[in-house]
């Protein structure tokens, strides 16, 4: 009974991160990275996929990038805040330059990443609006 008490209260301390991105290097890079960090992650490879995650869990933090097929991340983020029923949740932009940052800000958005991405930056990002995670020594 204690480990089981021990793995729920394991769960509950650690946020759960959404990386959205079309290119798989990127998507397995930020999990590992973010797992190892003690972050839970769920990854998709465009909107649509990241919208049923959302919709069916919401995560405590989404990092997603803004260039994608189908739908872009400026419109992914604008549908998400659009549904009332979906809670307010932090977004990190991942760009290749801090392209449409007005945009970014009216979306509520809470900080850009830079590709390629460093992993002391996208752990200091995370931590600032999400708890559970530890800074990797180095």
Do not use: W
Not at 7 to 18: E, H, N, R, V, Y
Not at 79 to 107: C, H, N
Request: glycine share 8%; with cysteine; aromatic share 6%.
């Amino acid at each position: 009974v204690a480990r089981s008490s021990r793995a729920t209260s394991t769960k509950t301390m650690a946020a759960t991160i959404l990386v959205v991105d079309d290119d798989a290097s990127v998507r397995e890079l930020l999990k590992l990275h973010l797992d190892a960090a003690g972050y839970e992650v769920q990854v998709a490879a465009d909107a649509i996929a990241a919208g049923y995650l959302v919709l069916r869990s919401a995560p405590d933090l989404i990092i997603c990038d803004v260039n994608m097929p189908h739908m872009n991340g400026f419109e992914f983020i604008s549908v998400l805040k659009a549904d009332t029923s979906i809670p307010a949740i932090p977004v990190i932009f991942l760009t290749t330059f801090e392209e449409g940052d007005q945009r970014g800000k009216e979306l509520g958005v809470v900080g850009y990443l830079t590709k390629p991405i460093r992993a002391d930056r996208l752990l200091a990002l995370v931590a600032r609006h999400v708890p559970g995670g530890a800074h990797p020594i180095g």
